[in-house]
């Protein structure tokens, strides 16, 4: 009869490439029906231990936009990063507001711009 033994799991070490293709999907799959009109661009920066969602807005926006931002697109992301203390990064976010014709300043990826006149 064959011997049964367990074996260690593999370490899966992420790549930055990995981690960038993980980020990017894992968000745009969030965004789909998460954008409001007053959303001007959505941006992204990310290292191993952060993603960090950052959303530009035109005027003042309301505590509920923030609230089902969290609750619908934060929260899908983190379930595809579910576990920081394995090595996962940790999901944070941000609303800034930035009122047209102003630009951003921003370093990192950008998922999503208005279009604008």
Do not use: K
């Not at 309301?62 to 579910?82: E, K, L």
């Amino acid at each position: 009869m064959a011997e049964l033994r367990l074996v260690r799991p593999i370490e899966r070490v992420a790549t930055d490439h990995d981690l960038r293709s993980r980020a990017l999907l894992s968000l745009q799959r969030a965004l789909v029906g998460g954008i409001t009109p007053q959303m001007r661009y959505i941006g992204v920066e990310f290292s191993t231990e952060c993603i960090h969602i950052i959303v530009w807005h035109d005027g003042a926006v309301a505590s509920s936009v923030v609230q089902d931002f969290d609750a619908g697109a934060v929260t899908q992301v983190v379930a595809d990063f579910p576990y920081p203390e394995q090595h996962d990064p940790q999901v944070s976010f941000e609303f800034v507001r930035c009122d047209s014709p102003q630009r951003p300043e921003f370093s990192g990826t950008l998922l999503y711009g208005r279009g604008e006149q």
